[in-house]
């Protein structure tokens, strides 16, 4: 595995989600009541950014069409069989760091 820092722990607060690019892959990255999980940023139902959506515990919601997806599975909370990739996400110290 070969993680790239994004972010510093701070950048992202509790109940927030945040977009990133990393080796041209569009990669969002939520606080879960400081755990932090990684998911590629794009909604599956019209590939909207999933890092511009509310977060609502370890889901997030499309603000475009409401589409829903668990942050800590990538599995679509609206369509049987759907989901989006995640990511091994881990912190070191106060870094943020991701495999993608």
């Known amino acids: 595995m070969v993680y790239t820092k ?7 607060q ?3 989600i945040k977009g990133f ?3 041209g892959k569009k990669i969002a990255v939520a606080n ?4 932090f999980f990684s998911i590629e940023d794009s909604c599956p139902h019209q590939k909207q950014p999933l890092s ?4 609502m515990g370890n889901v997030v919601m499309c ?10 599975t ?5 369509t049987a069989n759907e989901r989006v990739k995640t990511y091994p996400a881990k912190v070191e110290g106060d870094d943020i760091l ?3």
């Open 21 to 23: 690019v990393i080796d």
């Open 98 to 100: 991701i495999d993608v």
């Open 74 to 78: 990538g599995e679509s909370l609206n």
């Open 32 to 35: 879960v009541d400081g755990q």
């Open 52 to 55: 511009q959506g509310m977060m």
């Open 63 to 72: 603000l475009y069409h409401g589409y829903r997806v668990d942050l800590t």
């Open 14 to 16: 509790p109940g927030t």
């Open 6 to 12: 994004v972010a510093k722990t701070a950048d992202i």
